[in-house]
């Protein structure tokens, strides 16, 4: 009798943390427009008009991807940007890690996303 009453307790218990432990966040809540998958054949994603500015004014700013490279990459040309893009993927597209002050606006995501998904030419 004692170990049936141990038994449903520990039961009772683990159901209650288990079902305590599941959150789900709804990502278009949190970053308006980000599940909507984006249409490259309408948005401007070249290198040096689109994705260098996007990258020098959001990610090579001081303490972070700049010279001083205190993030531990430098994003200040072609080479080093292209270098990194599945990890840019990751962390900006997908994730939305980065920027560590918040993630970018959804316009600025489908440059990154569709950069990257021709290829990442140095166009």
Not at 65 to 87: C, E, F, M, P, W
Not at 96 to 116: H, R, V, Y
Request: proline residues 7%.
């Amino acid at each position: 009798m004692m170990y049936q009453k141990i038994t449903t307790r520990l039961i009772l218990f683990t159901t209650m943390v288990t079902a305590a432990g599941c959150y789900y966040d709804k990502a278009e809540l949190l970053y308006p427009g980000s599940n909507q998958p984006a249409d490259c054949s309408t948005i401007a994603a070249t290198f040096g008009a689109n994705v260098l500015p996007l990258v020098v004014s959001k990610c090579a700013i001081a303490t972070c991807h700049d010279a001083t490279a205190s993030g531990g990459v430098v994003l200040q040309n072609y080479s080093q940007i292209s270098s990194v893009k599945d990890r840019i993927n990751t962390r900006v597209v997908v994730e939305k890690t980065m920027p560590p002050t918040g993630p970018l606006q959804p316009a600025e995501i489908n440059i990154l996303q569709c950069w990257i998904a021709s290829g990442a030419p140095n166009n």
